[in-house]
Nanobody, 116 residues
Framework: QVQLVESGGGLVQAGGSLRLSCAASGSIFSINAMGWYRQAPGKQRELVAR???????NYADSVKGRFTISRDNAKNTVYLQMNSLKPEDTAVYYC??????????WGQGTQVTVSS
């Protein structure tokens, strides 16, 4: 059974940085896109950043220029480097893998809290 395991969340002051990682345990094949989503209390889950197998990326407007998504296809791992963090970035961050043949997978979420 495939599980996605996120790490790297925590508490940081405004202006600080965090790096999130998401790794797949178990056998997972034919991953197309990998992405990071977040959900703040009382809000809907939103896309933060996404990267295709070929390396094309897209970002939410609110994080452009501050966050960078990357992936290691050999390790089935995706990263999110978050710089210049703001209190409004506080949320639970989830990784998501979209495969060609076996659907979507979600991580359990990791809390990111940015204090002002």
């Amino acid at each position: 059974q495939v599980q996605l395991v996120e790490s790297g969340g925590g508490l940081v002051q405004a202006g600080g940085s965090l790096r999130l990682s998401c790794a797949a345990s178990g056998s997972i094949f034919s991953i197309n896109a990998m992405g990071w989503y977040r959900q703040a209390p009382g809000k809907q889950r939103e896309l933060v950043a996404r990267i295709t197998r070929g390396g094309s990326t897209n970002y939410a407007d609110s994080v452009k220029g501050r966050f960078t998504i990357s992936r290691d296809n050999a390790k089935n791992t995706v990263y999110l480097q978050m710089n210049s963090l703001k209190p409004e970035d506080t949320a639970v961050y989830y990784c998501n893998y979209v495969t060609y043949y076996s659907g979507n997978y979600w991580g359990q979420g990791t809390q990111v809290t940015v204090s002002s």
